[in-house]
């Protein structure tokens, strides 16, 4: 009798992609596990985390010539505390930048004409990348605040960027609950997923949650979409570069590699966004969840 083949290995989707994580994450129905990540990386209260809420993930525009932005997840605390968390696989020159304009736009929604400053709560975010960020520091976790380290003293609380390095793990654990989620996001085979969920009962309900998105055609779909969007980014990049150089100036390079990052950017986010609506609205995705994904308005997917 012929033997039987076995079932090919189910190829798991890796938490380090913001779609992933954001639907694992970004879940009202899973805020536990958010929970439990934030406990990890953030030095807050305990009650805090009595009450956390998943909120809209755009930052509003003040006025309509503002530029606007999508946050992957964001958050309220109990008492107010703004957090927003964003995973960045690819190298971002500005990312920086990026992340302060966001915690502005954090900032300046919270207060409407006549309110008071005291009312604003602080604004916290965790970046967490697939690339060295800190070049200076072979800490994987950095938590920077508005501090005077000539005479050792904070300004205010009030913003917080806390960056998570995957590149930048040690080989050996640290023994924090922060390196074991670190690899568990960092985590890419069957086998790892399954080692790191006997550590922590979390840990198995994150993993059951990616063993069920990965066997989800419709998730799957979505994602390898957006693999391919990423791929075409880079190809734009790597075309920008040779564009420039083949100016042979340096002024020909440095206009090549802006003119294909902001054109390429703008136009494969925008078609990304859009296709990933399509898919996700044919297969029945309510319009809020696929605002949540994409970042598009509800009236932006009626018209897709």
């Known amino acids: 009798m012929a033997r039987k083949k076995s079932a090919a290995p189910l190829r798991l989707l890796p938490l380090k992609n913001d779609f992933v994580f954001k639907l694992v994450f970004g879940d009202k129905r899973r805020v536990d596990l958010l929970t439990a990540f934030l406990q990890a990386v953030l030095d807050l209260p305990a009650e805090e985390y009595e009450k956390v809420t998943i909120v809209d993930p755009n930052v509003k525009k003040e006025y309509n010539k503002d530029k606007a932005g999508v946050l992957d997840v964001k958050i309220h605390t109990k008492s107010g505390n703004v957090v927003d968390v964003e995973i960045q696989v690819e190298p971002d020159a500005p990312l920086e930048?990026?992340?302060?304009?966001?915690?502005?736009?954090?900032?300046?929604?919270?207060?409407?004409?006549?309110?008071?400053?005291?009312?604003?709560?602080?604004?916290?975010?965790?970046i967490i990348t697939d690339f060295q960020l800190i070049a200076n520091s072979k800490a994987y976790h950095h938590r920077f605040r508005f501090y005077d380290a000539k005479n050792k003293v904070e300004l205010t609380n009030v913003q917080?960027?806390?960056?998570?390095?995957?590149t930048k793990l040690p080989k050996k654990s640290d023994e924090t609950d922060l390196f074991d989620w670190m690899m568990l996001i960092r985590a890419k085979s069957e086998e790892e997923y399954d080692m790191l969920a006997e550590k922590k009962p979390i840990f198995k309900k994150v993993v059951a949650v990616v063993k069920k998105l990965s066997a989800d055609e419709e998730a799957r779909m979505v994602y390898d979409k957006q693999e391919l969007w990423r791929m075409d980014y880079a190809a734009t990049m790597r075309n920008a570069a040779r564009k420039g150089m083949a100016r042979g100036l340096e002024a020909g390079r440095a206009e090549g590699r802006a003119e294909g990052k902001a054109e390429g950017r703008a136009e494969g986010e925008t078609k990304a966004k859009i296709e990933t609506a399509r898919i996700m609205k044919s297969k029945g995705f309510s319009p809020a969840d696929i605002a949540d994904v994409t970042g598009l308005t509800e009236k932006e997917i009626e018209r897709i």
């Open 160 to 166: 917080e960027i806390n960056t998570l390095e995957l």
């Open 97 to 126: 930048k990026r992340i302060l304009f966001y915690q502005a736009k954090m900032l300046t929604e919270q207060i409407g004409e006549g309110n008071d400053y005291d009312i604003i709560k602080p604004v916290i975010s965790i």
